[in-house]
C-alpha cells in the first residue's frame, strides 16, 4: 500500500514537472522572439534617417531626370 501510494505520488509530479518543461520550453521561445523585435527596431531606429536619405537622392535624381 505504501508503495502505491509512493508511486502515485511520484507520477502526479512528474506529469506536474513536464508541465512545467512545457510552459519553460514557451517561456524561453516568447524571450527569443522579443530578443529579436528589439534587435529590430534598434535596427531601424539606427538605419532609419540612412535609409530615408537613399530615397530622397533616388527621388530628386528622378525629379531631375524628368524635368
Same mark, same amino acid.
Request: glycine fraction near 8%; charged fraction near 15%.
Given at each position: @500500500?505504501?508503495?502505491? @501510494?509512493? #508511486?502515485? +505520488?511520484?507520477e502526479f #509530479?512528474?506529469?506536474? =514537472?513536464?508541465?512545467?518543461?512545457?510552459?519553460?520550453?514557451?517561456?524561453e521561445y516568447? *524571450?527569443?522572439? %522579443?530578443?529579436?523585435?528589439?534587435? %529590430?527596431?534598434? &535596427? *531601424? &531606429?539606427? *538605419? =532609419?534617417?540612412? %535609409? &530615408? $536619405?537613399?530615397?530622397?537622392?533616388?527621388? &530628386? $535624381? *528622378?525629379?531631375? +531626370?524628368? $524635368?
Amino acid at each position: @500500500m505504501l508503495y502505491q @501510494m509512493y #508511486f502515485q +505520488v511520484k507520477e502526479f #509530479f512528474g506529469r506536474l =514537472g513536464a508541465r512545467q518543461e512545457k510552459g519553460q520550453g514557451l517561456i524561453e521561445y516568447a *524571450l527569443i522572439i %522579443v530578443l529579436i523585435a528589439v534587435v %529590430v527596431i534598434v &535596427a *531601424l &531606429a539606427a *538605419l =532609419g534617417p540612412v %535609409v &530615408a $536619405n537613399v530615397f530622397e537622392r533616388i527621388s &530628386a $535624381n *528622378l525629379s531631375a +531626370v524628368g $524635368n
